[in-house]
């Protein structure tokens, strides 16, 4: 056999151990750690998931007890979050009694979620104020008030925003009116936008836990 004919069959072989060692290396990583799954299309419950679930800001503030609250408080449990402030006419009144009938519909199988009221009225919102409203709507409801730019730069985190304005010496505050569902990483999970109904809620609530709890088997 000439040196040429050794040379190709070197390299042939070379080839052959390079191609079996790439498909044991899948098979390994395909074991150990599967791609996640995209998130799941919502659109028709008028909600939007991210594929990566976004970090809020840092912030401290004060809950309905008095209590100081920090960006890792919110880990440990899913939590729908959502602007408004005590005062509000109709847009909040509306949105808590949808979570409260929400609350109610979840299966008791899942994990019980906390929901979130972030003040965009701190002025008037004071903790006991907050302890009165959210606790009208069930033992999970809780309140976040404190300094006014920390909780622009919150309501932010979670897009959405508010604004003040004043009209004959009278407050009124414009904010947004979706809710922002939050992971037990304490990240921004997913947005839902009104009109809210509370089976739609609970559906996209289920929806969504069910994709993460795979995705974190899969990984």
């Known amino acids: 056999m000439n040196r040429s004919i050794r040379v ?9 151990i390079l191609v079996f060692g790439l498909v044991i290396g899948r098979q390994v ?16 419950l008028n909600t939007y998931v991210y594929d990566q679930p976004r970090e809020l800001v840092e912030f401290t503030l004060i809950d309905e007890n008095g209590d100081t609250v920090t960006r890792e408080s919110l880990r440990g449990r899913w939590t729908f979050a959502f602007v408004g402030y005590t005062n509000c006419p109709d847009v909040c009144p509306a949105a808590m009694a949808n979570l409260r009938q929400t ?24 903790p006991d104020k907050l302890k009165a409203y959210t606790g009208f709507f069930g033992d999970h409801f809780h309140g976040l008030t404190g300094d ?3 909780l622009r730069a919150l309501a932010k985190s ?6 003040h304005r004043e009209v004959n010496g009278q407050l009124f505050v414009d904010h947004s009116g979706h809710f922002a569902l ?14 809210h109904k509370p089976k739609a809620l609970a559906e996209a609530f289920e929806r969504i836990y069910e994709w993460a709890r795979e995705n974190r088997e899969r990984s």
């Open 8 to 16: 190709t069959l070197f390299v042939l072989l070379l080839l052959v």
């Open 29 to 44: 990583f395909l074991v150990g750690g599967q791609e996640p799954e995209p998130a799941p299309e919502l659109a028709d």
């Open 103 to 126: 609350d109610q519909l979840l299966s008791k199988e899942l994990p019980q979620p906390a929901y979130l009221l972030v003040s965009a009225d701190p002025e008037h919102d004071t």
């Open 148 to 150: 006014l730019d920390t």
């Open 158 to 163: 979670l897009s959405a925003v508010f604004v």
């Open 182 to 195: 939050l992971n037990p990483d304490g990240k921004l999970a997913a947005v839902i936008q009104p009109p």
